[in-house]
């Protein structure tokens, strides 16, 4: 299984960008996919989760509001929709696929099995 997300990019405060998370095309179909990010120095940390059909989501309190995660199933592609950045935003970006269709709402930023390349966010204020 092969991830990788891509569209990172610098950006000013209160500019947008769409990062994209390319999957193979078994894995894009049957699981869930999370993003994740981890800025310099720190642990990394739960950005949003999609179930496998898109119909849920789930975004974390620093993100809620201003991002959005969709996907294409035909495409085999999630995408991350991401506005109003800040320069707290600035980190590398990861998605992951997770070993089932669904997350867990109690727990989604846990049972992620495959994990892809990152790309770099860098909100400048």
């Known amino acids: 299984v092969q991830l990788q997300a891509l569209g990172g990019g610098l950006v000013q405060a209160g500019g947008s960008l769409k990062l994209s998370c390319a999957a193979s095309?078994?894995?894009?179909?049957?699981?869930?996919v999370g993003w994740f990010r981890q800025a310099q120095g720190k642990e990394r940390e739960f950005v949003a989760a999609i179930s496998w059909n898109g119909d849920s989501t789930y975004y974390a309190d620093s993100v809620k509001g201003r991002f959005t995660c969709s996907r294409d199933r035909a495409k085999g592609t999630v995408y991350l929709q991401m506005n109003s950045l800040k320069p707290e935003d600035t980190a590398v970006y990861y998605c992951a696929a997770h070993r089932s269709s669904y997350y867990s709402v109690s727990d989604p930023s846990g049972g992620y099995r495959y994990w892809g390349q990152g790309t770099l966010v860098t909100v400048s204020s």
């Open positions: 095309r078994r894995t894009s179909s049957n699981n869930a």
